[in-house]
């Protein structure tokens, strides 16, 4: 069974620090992965998506991502309050299915 | 741009009765269209691939009896839930993908629909 992990947390970090965010995936044909954040009660929105090795940078959001360790990761710099939420990562899988991991809660501490 | 809206927004019910819920695409073209469902404190969990003109694609577990889909333009697709019972009792989440090919473009999210079903 496809799967996706991730820590559920919470992971606190201080305001202005630097939140990292981990992700591993079991399909190693996978070929697009994403990052959404998710509010209490609201539905998912899209952070970043990274389809190659290396990082990708947007603002103050790098993703990572290692195929062969099947890894991909999020970095948050200068993590602000308004940060905190629940971050989900989401693996297309070789179907074009989106597989979701169980999120992992970040606390931005002002 | 690439906004999803689904109505309602929320929603209670009584046992038995059927509840439909609407996800519309209203700035692109979405040949494909997605239905999600999640419990409190779980990750969302694919229920359905809805295409444009065809009949959806429900995952392992999922009654396509009960959950009606019908996706009958490129902007608009409906969910609905049949007979429902308390257990179907969610948070039901709609996504979109823009026309242009499977696995090229990412999915955007209605803003959820959540079903009470007392």
């Known amino acids: 069974q496809k799967e996706v992990e991730q820590n559920s947390g919470p992971l606190s970090v201080p305001e202005g620090a630097i939140a990292s965010l981990n992700c591993t995936y079991s399909?190693?044909?996978?070929?697009?992965f994403f990052w959404y954040r998710q509010y209490s009660g609201k539905s998912p929105e899209l952070i970043m998506s990274i389809y190659s090795n290396g990082d990708k940078e947007d603002g103050r959001f790098t993703a990572q991502l290692n195929k062969a360790s099947q890894y991909v990761s999020l970095l948050i710099r200068d993590s602000q309050p308004s940060d905190s939420a629940t971050y989900l990562c989401?693996?297309?899988?070789?179907?074009?299915?989106?597989?979701f991991g169980s999120g992992t809660r970040l606390l931005v501490r002002p | 741009g690439a906004v999803v809206s689904q109505h309602p927004s929320w929603v209670i019910c009584k046992s038995g009765t059927s509840v439909k819920i609407e996800c519309r695409s209203l700035?692109?073209?979405?040949?494909?269209m997605f239905w999600y469902r999640q419990f409190p404190k779980q990750s969302l969990m694919l229920m359905a691939t809805?295409?444009?003109?065809?009949?959806?694609?429900?995952e392992q577990g999922v009654e396509k009896d009960k959950f009606l889909i019908n996706h009958a333009s490129l902007t608009l697709s409906t969910l609905t839930v049949t007979s429902a019972h308390p257990e179907d009792s969610s948070f039901y989440i709609c996504?979109?993908?823009?026309?242009?090919?499977?696995?090229?473009?990412?999915?955007?999210f209605g803003p959820g629909t959540r079903l009470t079903v007392l």
């Open positions: 809805s295409n444009e003109g065809s009949k959806a694609t429900y």
């Open positions: 700035d692109f073209q979405a040949t494909t």
């Open positions: 989401a693996v297309m899988d070789s179907s074009y299915k989106l597989i």
């Open positions: 996504s979109a993908e823009p026309a242009g090919g499977p696995g090229v473009n990412e999915q955007f």
């Open positions: 399909d190693r044909g996978s070929q697009s």
